[in-house]
């Protein structure tokens, strides 16, 4: 594991490091040795960049003198000499020669008395190179994962260790974003860069540059997106270095590299392919909101796992701490992780900043002849509550009259009847806040009934869905074993089911697992049952909350029809109930197998009498206590646990 605590690293501060590479400005080998410096002793080994190689290697711009390492030697280095000439440097802990430029490479390592390695950048351009180079060196680290396998032919202790980025070096500026797209770096003729960065450009006005460091830095604060593109599939450095700069990034997939378990398109950088390049940068420069989340969430996972103080820590664990790898895509996935939510987490919890505190969902058929109450009244309740109400209309007639009232924020109107659960469904599609009641036309609420059930949905543990009434359920004789009406309860009850003229449910876990209210059930009966048992299913709970704040008369608008009308059908109300039986224990008879729950169909109701007869004798009230026990054991005649209860009552 990576090393999390100060006394952790202070186990290298006592060590020595020699760190070879050749010396100029803009090497990766200077990030390393910036990471080293700030873990243990460091000592840097090896010959300047010659001045002849500035032009050819076109860095006219690197604006930075080079300047010798600690010990300055020659190309061709005997480091056994080396040691002999430097006596008074400290022995090394580690030898570790980083590739930086053609031409050199430290001779006589066997003269070291500590392990040495080396780190490999370019195997996808000099992979021969490097299987020569692996066998000279204890340990090997490489950047493109893509040639680990081949290398640990070779030499068994190769391990993948991708670039990086410097936070210090690689950091936002807070300035104008100036520049549509930039590209920094070099740009081959006839090459595929080329062609893609002319397809960019022909179409959006392109910055090109060749900058490092600070400069590099600057032009990517700048620009809106940074283009990048993968050569032989390499995962370079500018990848991180864009990302960390907060920047987005827009850039090819590097198949093989590690890219696509580290870092996920269109969450933390923008993957295009060669033939979208164009329409990618114009969609994310259309999108700024968008563009500048993903920028930021990139930036935050690469400070969080991919500095080059984490490849370092790696690279010394390895070698010097017995770690038996570096860490892999995944690992590094997972650390990068470390406090974020998931992107989808992240947007709904954008989204949620602009959207109502609840919703209330009312699927309407008619006036509600046989109640007192009726949308109208309720509509009327609702004025004084805040929050957004979605209207399902199922019948043409009442939504044409009443679509255009002031406190309907939405609605949709059916030519026809398509049942309680299917409104339900449109109005929860309709709705954009977490917390969604759901209401009878013919329910008459006051806000005291919706700030107790608020409560308990937020508050009480696993709080799925809460109402003012509901059941523990005989589910196989489809009756109530118990049924909380309005004032016969003071305290918060967990229950199988919630009676679903008023309810109110956690929208974000619904849609997280799947929960959604049972279309089969159409037009009416069993759909409370039904999702009763789907938030079960999913590890949560239901809850019936004290409150007397609301009235209800059952079945207003079922009384008053001798069939039911829906989907171009009529049943009466017993037909409907029979079928929808039949297909609920079919339903869940069939889910309980499946998934190995013979418990699922089991109610609540057994484990809260055994509560109640315990608390009843607790309390000394003996003769309730043996009421309730009797009740139970009719209940569970064969239940062995009952048994024993309903005789330790017997004998208190």
Not at 438 to 460: F, K, M, S, Y
Request: charged fraction near 25%; charge should be negative; proline fraction near 5%.
């Amino acid at each position: 594991m990576r090393f999390e605590t100060r006394n952790d690293l202070r186990q290298f501060e006592d060590m020595t490091i020699w760190l070879s590479y050749m010396s100029y400005p803009v090497t990766t080998a200077v990030y390393f040795e910036r990471a080293f410096r700030k873990l243990c002793r460091t000592v840097t080994v090896g010959p300047m960049l010659p001045e002849s190689n500035i032009e050819k290697w076109s860095l006219q711009n690197m604006k930075q003198p080079i300047t010798p390492l600690d010990i300055s030697t020659e190309f061709e280095t005997d480091m056994g000499a080396v040691l002999q000439a430097h006596p008074l440097q400290p022995r090394p802990d580690l030898f570790i020669w980083i590739e930086s430029a053609k031409g050199y490479l430290p001779e006589n390592l066997e003269a070291f008395e500590c392990p040495t390695c080396c780190y490999l950048i370019d195997s996808h351009l000099t992979l021969a190179r490097h299987i020569y180079l692996a066998t000279h060196f204890d340990y090997v680290f490489i950047a493109q994962r893509n040639y680990l396998e081949k290398l640990r032919e070779v030499n068994p202790q190769t391990y993948w260790l991708p670039l990086a980025c410097d936070p210090e070096v690689h950091r936002a500026y807070p300035c104008e974003k100036l520049h549509n797209v930039s590209f920094v770096g070099s740009v081959p003729i006839d090459s595929r860069r080329e062609r893609l960065l002319a397809e960019l450009n022909s179409g959006l006005p392109l910055n090109l540059a060749r900058a490092f460091w600070d400069e590099m830095a600057q032009i990517f604060s700048a620009s809106k997106l940074v283009f990048n593109n993968a050569v032989n599939n390499d995962l370079n450095m500018r990848f991180f270095e864009v990302l960390s700069t907060g920047s987005m990034l827009l850039c090819d997939m590097a198949r093989g590299s590690g890219q696509s378990e580290l870092f996920i398109d269109g969450e933390e950088y923008a993957c295009y392919h060669d033939g979208n390049v164009l329409d990618m940068a114009r969609f994310y420069l259309e999108n700024e909101e968008l563009r500048e989340r993903i920028a930021r969430r990139g930036q935050r996972l690469v400070h969080a796992a991919h500095t080059y103080r984490h490849r370092v820590e790696d690279m010394l664990a390895v070698v010097l701490s017995g770690k038996p790898d570096t860490f892999s895509p995944e690992e590094l996935r997972h650390q990068s992780l470390a406090g974020e939510v998931s992107f989808v987490e992240e947007l709904r919890s954008a989204q949620s900043r602009n959207a109502p505190q609840r919703s209330f969902v009312i699927p309407v058929l008619d006036y509600s002849p046989a109640s007192e109450y009726n949308i109208l009244t309720l509509l009327d309740d609702l004025q004084g509550i805040d929050g957004e109400v979605v209207v399902v209309f199922n019948g043409a007639s009442v939504g044409e009259e009443l679509k255009d009232h002031p406190r309907i924020t939405r609605h949709a109107i059916m030519k026809q009847n398509v049942g309680v659960a299917r409104g339900w469904n449109i109005g929860l599609d309709m709705s954009e806040a977490d917390t969604v009641f759901i209401l009878n036309a013919d329910a008459h609420i006051l806000p005291e009934a919706v700030t107790a059930l608020e409560q308990g949905l937020r508050e009480l543990p696993g709080a799925a869905c809460v109402g003012p009434q509901g059941a523990y359920v005989n589910f196989n004789l489809s009756r109530d074993y118990c049924y909380f009406d309005k004032g016969s309860f003071q305290e918060p009850l967990e229950v199988d089911a919630v009676s679903g003229f008023f309810f109110a449910i956690n929208r974000r876990l619904f849609e997280e697992n799947g929960i959604r209210f049972e279309n089969g059930f159409t037009p009416c009966y069993f759909e409370e049952w039904d999702v009763g048992l789907q938030i079960r299913k999913a590890g949560f709970k239901n809850y019936v909350i004290p409150t007397v704040a609301y009235n209800h008369h059952w079945s207003g608008t079922i009384r008053a029809l001798r069939s039911i009308p829906y989907m171009g059908h009529d049943e009466t109300a017993g037909e409907v109930q029979l079928r929808n039986r039949a297909l609920f224990m079919a339903k869940w008879r069939k889910i309980a197998r499946e998934c190995g729950r013979p418990d699922l169909l089991e109610s609540g109701w057994k484990r809260y009498m055994s509560s109640t007869v315990r608390q009843l004798l607790a309390a000394g009230r003996t003769e309730q206590a043996r009421e309730a026990a009797h009740q139970l054991l009719t209940s569970y005649p064969d239940d062995f646990t009952v048994i024993s209860l309903a005789r330790y009552v017997e004998l208190s």
